[in-house]
């Protein structure tokens, strides 16, 4: 989940559908208020669409507020990956807390993932429909809500509550983690639009490093069940006051989109009656499209391992280093905080390059070149190492999620972002739970560098099927037409 890291991207305004036309050139004017930054030349070309007669005109601006936008619900996205990862990262405790096996606490972690899968299209539907602010407002209020209910479990015979705080927050992580390609589509402009992105998702990849960081810290191994029950209330209050505060901001500043559009591509989105809009054939529309289908799979195949190996780090770390719970955190952290570097680095690397195709190749191979040097290195006896080489593997296999986000929509414009961010996330959904399980079970009968070794293959057939994806960049061609225009 996030996560991942991050997550975890459905939202915008107007509908979205079929081909674009040609923009019709006309007069410009040169107004700039205070509050806005101007982006291109004064005016805006008339917009026509195939379908529509009548061709809409709107003048292309910056809003301040976008920034706003941008990292408030970056985060809330963060306190959300902060509650899929709190239970996995000090996995032992919480068994000896709640007298559960290990996989039960497992699947509180795959429980974001199970959630996603039968509950996205209704919620992209919605998107598309209502908006960005109806879906902030429902993401962030589960959210909250998740959090509080997880403070009536602080018993150890209460696992069943707590699994009912984090069914919430798997509901909330919906409403989550397809919006930071919508975000940065509907409030930025087209030469910052991927960093925005990566902005978005960093908080989700911010939460899940945080979530490797405290719990450990804050909830120490001891024996005494009434004393951790004690250190467990105190980070379940924490999460739920700042939950809840995020949900306040967010009723108080979170809008729909800017009073203009940002860029010529999202004119042209919203100058579409929203009638022609059709959200089945814009799923049609994107399962036919065959680069997209490949992205769609080795993204799944890159952020599922990512999900098994952060839901299965803390059993891994203890199993080679006993008693270094709060280093295997700190592992998890060096991971998720050097793949926020990279997320940053990819997403200017983007808007300044625009080669999507390559620069998602070189990272998919460093990706499984890391994964491989993490396997061998782990066994090794030296925390350092382990520290080193899990950071390397963290800049790339983490730095790939905004990456994905963005080359989806470059494939698929002009459908709905938050639709192909969605069907990325599914994918990356059900290969997360099918590799967590399937890595769980062989770490405990052969150990943890086959269960490693086994994502490798997985890594080794995304990098080969990412090859043959073919660089369509089409938003970036409609932006090009239109300046022209």
Request: aromatic letters at 12%; charged letters at 10%.
């Amino acid at each position: 989940p996030s996560p991942g890291a991050a997550a975890v991207s459905e939202l915008g305004g107007g509908g979205r559908t079929g081909a674009l036309a040609r923009c019709v050139p006309a007069s410009r004017e040169g107004s700039q208020a205070a509050s806005m930054v101007q982006q291109e030349p004064n005016g805006a070309p008339g917009l026509a669409v195939v379908g529509v007669a009548a061709a809409a005109t709107a003048e292309v601006r910056l809003s301040r507020r976008r920034w706003v936008v941008v990292l408030l619900f970056s985060s809330y996205s963060l306190c959300n990956a902060f509650q899929w990862i709190q239970y996995s990262s000090i996995n032992n405790i919480f068994v000896h807390f709640y007298e559960v096996n290990a996989f039960a606490i497992d699947w509180l972690s795959m429980s974001y993932m199970l959630t996603y899968i039968p509950l996205l299209f209704p919620v992209a539907w919605l998107l598309d429909k209502r908006g960005l602010r109806l879906i902030a407002l429902v993401g962030s209020a589960l959210n909250a809500l998740g959090a509080w209910v997880k403070l009536g479990s602080l018993k150890p015979h209460l696992f069943p509550v707590t699994v009912l705080g984090q069914v919430i927050c798997s509901l909330a992580q919906v409403f989550i983690l397809g919006m930071p390609s919508r975000i940065a589509s509907v409030w930025f402009g087209s030469h910052e639009v991927s960093t925005a992105c990566s902005i978005a998702v960093f908080g989700n990849q911010l939460g899940i490093a945080v979530g490797f960081l405290v719990p450990p810290v804050l909830v120490p191994n001891v024996q005494d069940v009434e004393k951790l029950a004690y250190h467990i209330s105190i980070m379940f209050f924490m999460t739920a006051g700042v939950a809840t505060a995020l949900f306040i901001l967010v009723i108080i500043v979170f809008k729909e989109k800017p009073l203009h559009p940002p860029s010529r591509a999202q004119a042209l989105i919203q100058s579409r009656p929203t009638e022609e809009y059709s959200y089945r054939r814009s799923i049609l529309h994107l399962l036919r499209n065959t680069n997209f289908l490949l992205l769609m799979v080795t993204y799944g195949l890159n952020t599922g391992c990512f999900y098994a190996l952060s839901t299965l780090l803390s059993r891994m770390v203890i199993h080679h280093y006993p008693g270094e719970e709060v280093n295997a955190g700190r592992i998890g952290l060096t991971i998720v905080l050097s793949g926020m570097s990279g997320a940053l680095i990819s997403g200017i690397w983007l808007d300044r390059t625009k080669t999507y195709k390559q620069t998602t190749l070189a990272v998919y191979v460093m990706s499984l070149i890391g994964m491989i040097v993490y396997t061998f290195t782990l066994s090794l006896g030296h925390l350092w190492v382990v520290f080193v080489t899990a950071g390397v593997l963290g800049f790339f296999m983490t730095g790939y999620l905004p990456l994905g986000f963005e080359f989806a929509a470059e494939l698929t414009y002009p459908e709905s972002e938050g639709t192909s961010s969605g069907l990325l996330n599914v994918s990356a959904q059900i290969f997360g739970i099918a590799f967590t399980i399937s890595q769980g079970q062989i770490m405990d009968r052969f150990g943890t560098k086959e269960g490693n070794l086994f994502l490798c293959s997985f890594l080794f057939l995304g990098t080969i099927m990412t090859a043959f994806i073919k660089a369509d960049l089409r938003r970036q061609q409609a932006s090009l037409d239109n300046e022209q225009t």
